[in-house]
């Protein structure tokens, strides 16, 4: 009797101990770590009437490695490497683009992030566009603006992302440019949904938004100022967006019109068709000084992984001068 009472004692001792390890397990488990690799590579082909040496080349004109990861409490972290041509023997050079911590509270709209971070236009208008591949867009192209800087920034969106913006203090050269000095620039973007669409996403429907960012230049302290409006309507088969750029440099005023669009063939169709036109003025006191891009092209969605483009980038620089096309063949793969 005394043993069988022992035996049972022992076994439910045995039991809760199991039952305590599996607990303790399964809530390690939810607290563990979500590590992923992403990466995406731009590639092309290109052939320019431009009088220089290199008129047909093959490039390997982007590629970037991201690391993100997922934690309890709501902390994310990001770290990307950005690796490019030094133009000099045909070389790469590694380069850090993002690595910064992110923070979003329990049931907050906000999101707070500190490192090497997104700049509020830069990445909002890419996503809109949806052609990194083709080149950079006109603010970041014409050197007015860069996609991502050291600092501390604050993200937020409202009501499914009817309202989204961002607020970042940061150094002001840019992910490339150093530290800088003790001046710091203040940049900001709210983005507004006026009417939905079939596309709910953060850049979807018909949308007006604006940026600000207010800084100094690094050892002279001239002004380095950008203001920026957009209309943009978005669906998930075309795009249509314009915009307005004024850009002060010390005493020099400057500006750019924007505007681009983009058509997908009704599903099941993988071909898109895409138009932009540029025109900077970098000093609108000064006469033929800027440019006027046109670039049109067709993609073709290859697999998820796989989008192939064919156009053509056309500069027309103002007052006369010859034109430089470019006829590029190019290539984005997401893994």
Avoid: C
């Avoid at 700049?119 to 950079?136: A, K």
């Avoid at 992984?305 to 997401?334: E, H, S, T, W, Y």
């Amino acid at each position: 009797m005394h043993a069988r009472l022992a035996f049972r004692a022992l076994a439910a001792v045995a039991l809760s101990a199991l039952t305590a390890s599996a607990v303790q397990a399964q809530a390690s488990a939810q607290q563990a770590p979500q590590v992923s690799v992403t990466g995406v590579i731009y590639t092309q082909y290109q052939y320019s009437d431009a009088p220089i040496a290199a008129k047909s080349t093959f490039d390997m004109t982007r590629a970037y490695v991201n690391v993100l990861g997922r934690f309890s409490n709501g902390i994310n972290t990001r770290l990307t490497t950005d690796i490019l041509p030094n133009g000099v023997g045909g070389n790469y050079v590694i380069r850090l683009k993002f690595a910064y911590a992110a923070w979003t509270p329990t049931g907050s709209s906000l999101t707070y992030k500190l490192g090497m971070i997104n700049t509020p236009w830069v990445d909002f208008e890419e996503t809109l566009w949806d052609y990194r591949m083709q080149g950079t867009i006109a603010v970041d192209r014409n050197g007015y603006m860069t996609a991502a800087d050291a600092g501390f920034g604050v993200d937020g969106k409202w009501n499914n992302d009817q309202v989204n913006a961002q607020f970042v203090i940061v150094n002001g050269e840019g992910y490339a440019g150093g530290a800088g000095d003790f001046r710091k620039d203040v940049e900001a973007r709210v983005s507004y949904r006026i009417q939905p669409t079939n596309d709910n996403s953060r850049v979807g429907g018909l949308r007006v938004s604006g940026y600000l960012g207010i800084g100094k230049v690094t050892g002279t302290g001239a002004d380095r100022n950008r203001y920026l409006g957009m209309l943009s309507y978005r669906t998930t088969q075309y795009t249509v967006a314009g915009e307005y750029v004024s850009v002060k440099n010390a005493a020099v005023t400057g500006s750019i019109i924007s505007a681009f669009g983009t058509y997908r063939l009704a599903p099941p169709s993988k071909i898109a068709l895409i138009g932009r036109v540029d025109i900077v003025d970098p000093d609108n006191n000064t006469a033929n000084d800027g440019n006027t891009r046109i670039i049109a092209g067709a993609s073709y969605q290859l697999s998820p992984n796989v989008r192939m483009l064919a156009d053509l980038d056309r500069v027309k620089p103002q007052g006369g001068g010859p034109a430089v096309n470019q006829f590029l063949i190019q290539a984005q793969f997401v893994f």
